[in-house]
């Protein structure tokens, strides 16, 4: 449901190094537009067909039951669509517009956006459009047709654009990015643009990942899964992305063709330089290869072994992390345009807390 960003796409060459200063903020990539325009078509090409980008393993789901789903309910959101709709809640509420425009920035096939305002009709609050802008021509075809049949088509609005260019038009009552945010290049670009677009009382919500670029392991969390990998029967070492065995853990850089994690890891400094936090919910470092799509599936969510390995190594995760020894690589956030009275966060983990400085 969440983690949909374990997606990964093909290896190649990266044609930029986004590595920060350890007392800077990250400094924009230099872009080279010939090879912009083959990454793109590189991640056109990936998501053009892929009707389900949410699905993951059942060991992903029985870590999530356990634990992610606790995290979320102690902040009053029993799940994903919920933390969405609750937020565009409240901006409805603390906006005066009688009409409300929310966006969603790369939406995909907008199934969460659809699922959001069935939601928000639900409630009894449908005056209002949902803007849905996303890159990928086929995917938003898809969303039209969903929307069309789930009875809100009313409510969505379709926009084919890409994101790191994108400029505003209208001010909006509430942004999302849901699992997009590290598709980006022009994060200084979108993030200035967002909240040039946020109406007074609007909130931008973000559920995303904060870790390393590319989605590899910074060098701290890739000794403690190596301590775990071998405990790993050799079955459980199958990565079923790359079709390969791993008797040792190989960390790769899966922005090497597409967008996926290409600034990861400025996202969250970035956003802390730009916006004030309501809400902010991080999780989860060295279990994410043990339930992502790379090695899950060699997990069976209901043997006992196997269960007891995920908790021993979320448990591992949790302290590390307390600790700041490891970073929390996802999060759920909400953020405003405006000063903000107090922020809801877990314990001792602020987003200050949970950058990952990075040496020059």
Known sequence: MISDANVFARIAKRFFNTASNENKRPSAPTLNRTSYSAQLDAELATFKDQVEIHELPAIFHYWSGKYLSPMLQAMNFAHPDDFFFKKFGLAWDDTEAAHKRFLSIGAGNCDTEIRVAKLLVNSGKTNFTIECLEINKEMLDRGRVYAQTSGVADQLSFSCSDFNAWKPNTPYHGVMANQSLHHVVELEHLFDAIREALA?????????????????????????????WHELPERYRYNHQLKRNEPTFLDWDSSTVGFEGIRAQDVLHLLIEKFEFETFLPFANVVSPFIGRGFGHNFDANGQWDRDFVDRVHARDEKEMQNGVVKPT?????????????????????????LRRVAA
């Open 200 to 228: 007074p009382g609007a909130r931008f919500a973000i559920a995303d990942m904060i870790g390393r670029n590319g989605h590899q392991l910074w060098p701290e969390a890739r000794a403690i899964v190596n301590e775990y």
């Open 330 to 354: 996802q999060m759920f956030a909400v953020l405003r345009s405006e000063p903000v009275s107090a922020l809801e966060h877990r314990d001792g983990l602020t987003p200050q807390r949970c």
